[in-house]
């Protein structure tokens, strides 16, 4: 059975709408001719629907080939609260249908349980899309998924890089968390702490939006780049915020809350042991691959010269077959980010087979295959996209 909650009705433009917030199987008193927004749990998954839109307007939808931004801006679903007109927050990522007499947005990652999401409805576009005239006005909604049993309390469990040792222009950080965070609280819980106990004012880059991962669980922390790059306002004025031959950590408090308004299960630090600032440009050239046997899903492995960016290792290489079709698998990042593995499917085949490195791939410091991050003036080499793609290969068998 289908568990419907309507935890509340938005207003349509400047009028509004009259609604009664209930439980399962209560239904809501609106206008007849005001759409109904509402947060709907069914087996399987869970989706938010819109109700009273005009029977022309779902079928003009039906009709319509209509990407993916198209629906975003007629029918937005944010994880926390409706943005303002200012704020310039993207809506979540997933799909959009016409089901029998509504439409329906089902995201591509689960909501997060006693999280308020907010829910945009723009009638204008939506009748655009529709070529059917469906009105004017916004229509704003908030919910909040209710919580299911609760879970263990949440911890940090890893914090990139893993080494001790990072240059002293390096670039960011990333928090890894065992379960989904709130917004708005992760700079006031992180802090960047000298051998002293004093702490570094202005050491990260606070931006209108957390940077986090889809499932909220992976927070992205820049040091703040204007005090990285050399000659800019901010360097000249304080300096980097890590300085070579020092030790800083970096201070997580357990009061950081999760989706679930819970603090962590404690706090957690890790400590940087600072070297002097790394201003050279990676070079796949300079990387050691060791090739897999015939007809085994031992892993290929790559090894760095140099520490590389966890997240981006991750995704921008990639193997290719001799046809330069994409050969499915599995990525590991080793220890202290020096060394990258990729598994197979299915067992290797003999023949010729390259590691594609995308030229955005990082070290520690931002430098990437194209260009520079910390470069003074008049220094600056860039090297053209497509120029600096890497190709490393690799051959199975003799």
């Not at 990407?67 to 310039?88: E, K, T, Y």
């Not at 968390?177 to 700079?187: D, K, T, V």
């Not at 408090?253 to 962590?264: E, K, N, V």
Request: proline share 9%; hydrophobic share 40%; charged share 25%.
């Amino acid at each position: 059975m289908n568990r419907r909650i309507r935890l509340r009705i938005g207003a349509l433009g400047g009028g509004g709408l009259m609604a009664l917030a209930s439980c399962a199987d209560t239904a809501a008193r609106v206008d007849v001719d005001s759409p109904i927004i509402e947060f709907v749990e069914e087996a399987p998954g869970e989706l938010v629907a819109v109700d009273r839109l005009p029977q022309t307007v779902l079928a003009g939808l039906r009709l319509s080939e209509i990407d993916a931004d198209s629906w975003r801006g007629a029918l937005g679903v944010f994880s926390g609260p409706v943005p303002g007109p200012d704020d310039l927050t993207p809506p979540m990522l997933g799909t959009y249908e016409v089901e029998a007499d509504r439409l329906v947005f089902r995201g591509r990652f689960p909501l997060v349980r006693g999280l308020q999401h907010g829910v945009r409805l723009d009638l204008e576009v939506l009748g655009r899309l529709s070529g059917r005239d469906a009105g004017s006005g916004i229509v704003t909604h908030e919910f909040t998924p209710p919580e299911t049993e609760p879970g263990p309390a949440t911890r940090v469990t890893a914090v990139y890089p893993t080494s001790r040792r990072v240059p002293m222009n390096l670039l960011k950080l990333y928090i890894h968390l065992s379960a989904p965070m709130r917004f708005g609280e992760a700079y006031a819980n992180i802090r960047l702490v000298d051998e002293n106990g004093d702490v570094v004012p202005d050491a990260y880059l606070e931006m209108p939006q957390e940077l986090w991962d889809p499932e909220r669980t992976r927070l992205t922390l820049f040091f703040d780049p204007g005090r990285i790059k050399r000659e800019v306002g901010p360097n000249l004025q304080l300096g980097l915020p890590l300085q070579a031959g020092r030790s800083f950590r970096v201070v997580i408090d357990p009061g950081w809350r999760d989706a679930r308004g819970q603090p962590l299960a404690e706090g957690f630090e890790k400590v940087l042991t600072v070297v002097e600032p790394d201003r050279t440009m990676p070079r796949a050239e300079d990387w050691q691959v060791e090739a897999p046997g015939v007809r085994s899903v031992a892993p290929v492995q790559l090894a760095f010269n140099e520490p590389m960016d966890h997240a981006l290792a991750e995704r921008m290489l990639v193997v290719l077959d001799a046809n330069g079709a994409p050969v499915l698998g599995t990525v590991q990042v080793g220890g202290e980010e020096r060394s990258w593995s990729f598994t197979p499917e299915r067992p290797w085949q003999a023949g010729r087979y390259v590691i594609d490195v995308h030229p955005d791939i990082e070290d520690l410091a931002g430098n990437n295959l194209a260009h520079l991050f910390d470069v003074a003036r008049g220094e600056d080499v860039r090297v053209e996209t497509e120029d600096a793609r890497a190709r490393i290969p690799f051959v199975v068998g003799s």
